[in-house]
């Protein structure tokens, strides 16, 4: 048995105590948050086999030179004349090429549909009760021209086994009767599922403390003690932490945290948005509302109105022009729908760690030995959550792994 401490709370830190008091380790999750708040609240929700194009897709550039001076458009870089960013913006563009986005798409698919088994394990053990769905997901467009370039990702799907449908008006509003559909279509990917995030963190915390692992909440790590290639202790505003290993589940804030460890580790916060409609709106299905790249979620008692990517480094500022855009695209889409001024003003923002290739970090640090990165999902860290607290834990328990960690290797070149 050894003891594991987990820096950061989040989805990915939560899973990976999971799978590691699973394995018989001594567990501490360490936290500077309250485990209320931040990305793995906020989101949409998504368990994604379908989203297997990354991030750094081709043609994103050419957008986000269209949009950098749109400051509602849903994928924002704020430039600015900063080292670290500049870098990883010349990294994203050199990922962005067609070979290296169809590499990924089987890994992408592959981490999410072991990620998909994982929750479903969860969701039928008796230790847990959260929201879970498998709806699949609605990709709806109001143009035929976004309707195409899905339609060509929904055909790559299938090609890897996933199902998926190319719906007429008429048929989605047959899946959605309840809700006034303006679009021309959508493409169906029966693959994916949903769920309440706040709901499934909440239980997942309350679990972990019931086993035994220690959660210490409102503890910033301030130091990071490094000898013989290996950390011996971490301190943090409230004590110093001695472990045999160290995980580094710590989402945005990974590049600054390496450093401390004398490591580069290329990454980026992309700032995302929800907006909580706590009442009935009809909506049953999961949907990306294409044009407006915006997401919707029928959550526990509740519609979320998610999305954007902000690229403007470390802060949690509400943009309300971000928040109006997420509002005005569902308006759009849902004819009837009204999101009220005290919905947008209730606005969250949570940051996601967006890695250059939209691929993350999973693997053991090559010049610290008891050092393992679990960090830089983008906007699948929900999705991808278990199957990467798996994989920890296999690599900290020298195990034949769930899957290859060769894409996800911290040490990758760009």
Avoid at 77 to 98: H, I, M, N, Y
Avoid at 341 to 357: F, I, N, T, Y
Avoid at 389 to 414: C, H, T, Y
Wanted: with cysteine; hydrophobic share 40%; glycine share 8%.
């Amino acid at each position: 048995m050894k003891h594991c401490v987990i820096i950061g709370g989040g989805i990915i830190g939560l899973c990976s105590a999971y799978y590691l008091h699973q394995a018989g380790h001594r567990v501490t999750v360490v936290d500077k948050s309250d485990f209320t708040s931040g990305a793995s609240y906020v989101n949409a929700g998504y368990i994604t086999p379908s989203h297997i194009i990354s991030l750094a897709a081709p043609g994103i550039i050419t957008k986000g030179l269209k949009w950098m001076f749109d400051t509602s458009s849903p994928f924002y870089v704020k430039p600015r004349l900063e080292l670290d960013f500049l870098k990883w913006a010349w990294q994203f563009k050199k990922s962005a090429t067609k070979s290296k986005v169809e590499k990924a798409i089987p890994v992408i698919k592959d981490i999410n549909i072991l990620s998909r088994t994982l929750y479903e394990e969860l969701k039928s053990s008796n230790d847990f009760n959260f929201h879970y769905e498998r709806k699949g997901l609605l990709m709806l467009y109001q143009t035929d021209k976004a309707g195409e370039e899905e339609w060509t990702t929904g055909k790559k799907a299938i090609d890897l086994g996933l199902k998926v449908e190319n719906l007429s008006k008429n048929e989605v509003q047959k899946l959605e009767p309840n809700a006034d559909l303006n679009i021309k279509g959508a493409v169906y990917y029966h693959s994916d599922a949903h769920m309440t995030p706040n709901n499934f963190m909440q239980q997942m915390k309350l679990f972990l403390e019931q086993q035994g692992v220690s959660i210490l909440a409102n503890e910033e790590v301030r130091d990071v003690l490094v000898s013989d290639e290996k950390i011996t202790s971490i301190k943090t505003s409230s004590r110093e932490l001695t472990a045999d290993e160290f995980v580094l589940a710590t989402g945005s804030w990974t590049q600054n945290f390496a450093k401390k460890l004398n490591t580069k580790i290329s990454l980026q916060a992309g700032k995302g948005y929800r907006i909580n409609v706590e009442r009935e709106t009809g909506i049953t299905i999961p949907a990306i509302l294409m044009e407006a790249k915006a997401a919707v979620t029928p959550m526990d008692g509740f519609t979320r109105f998610a999305g954007t990517m902000e690229i403007g480094g470390i802060n949690h500022d509400i943009n309300p022009i971000r928040v109006n855009a997420i509002a005005n695209a569902g308006e759009r889409y849902y004819n009837g729908l009204q999101i009220q001024q005290h919905e947008k003003d209730s606005a969250q923002c949570g940051l996601r760690p967006v890695s250059p290739d939209g691929l993350p970090y999973i693997g053991r640090l090559s010049k610290i030995k008891n050092a393992t990165v679990a960090a830089g999902h983008a906007m699948m860290g929900w999705s991808m959550g278990p199957a990467t607290g798996k994989l920890v834990s296999e690599i900290i328990n020298n195990e034949k792994k769930s899957m290859s960690l060769d894409a996800f290797n911290p040490q990758r070149r760009f």
